[in-house]
C-alpha cells in the first residue's frame, strides 16, 4: 500500500518561501512516475482546496489562482518525492498542507479524483 509524508511546513513570516515535500513509499510494480500528484490545504472552518497539481508525465499543472504566480509544484521521480515550492507567504495561505496521489493521466484539483492521502503538514504564516 502505498503511503505519503509531507515535510517542510512550519511557521513562518509573510513573504517568506517554504518547500514542501511529499515523500511516497509502499509501491511495488510502479513509482510516482506513474501517478498524478496534487497538494490540497486545508484551514480552520474551511473546505479543502486543490491547490496544485502534476499529472503523471509533468506535463499537465495546474494552479489555484490564490497561489498562481506563487507556488511551484515539481517532481523528483527517481527520489519518489514531489515538492510545493511556496514563495510570498502570506497570512491567507495558513493551513494543513495535504499530498495526494492517483493514477490519472492528467491532473485534477479535485480531491475526490485522489485515493492515497498524506497525514499533512501545518504551515502558519504570521508576523
Known amino acids: 500500500q502505498v503511503q505519503l509524508v509531507e515535510s517542510g511546513g512550519g511557521l513562518v513570516q509573510p513573504g517568506s518561501s517554504l518547500k514542501l515535500s511529499c515523500s511516497a513509499s509502499?509501491?511495488?510494480?510502479?513509482?510516482?512516475?506513474?501517478?498524478?500528484v496534487g497538494w490540497f490545504r486545508q484551514a480552520p472552518g474551511k473546505q479543502r482546496e486543490g491547490v496544485s497539481c502534476t499529472s503523471a508525465s509533468d506535463g499537465n499543472k495546474y494552479y489555484a489562482n490564490s497561489v498562481k504566480g506563487r507556488f511551484t509544484v515539481s517532481r523528483d521521480n527517481a527520489r519518489n518525492i514531489v515538492y510545493l515550492h511556496m514563495n510570498n507567504l502570506k497570512p491567507e495561505d495558513t493551513a494543513v498542507y495535504y499530498c495526494a496521489i492517483n493514477h490519472g493521466i492528467f491532473c485534477s484539483p479535485s480531491a475526490s479524483d485522489y485515493k492515497a492521502w498524506g497525514q499533512g503538514t501545518q504551515v502558519t504564516v504570521s508576523a
Open positions: 509502499g509501491f511495488v510494480i510502479d513509482s510516482i512516475e506513474t501517478y498524478r
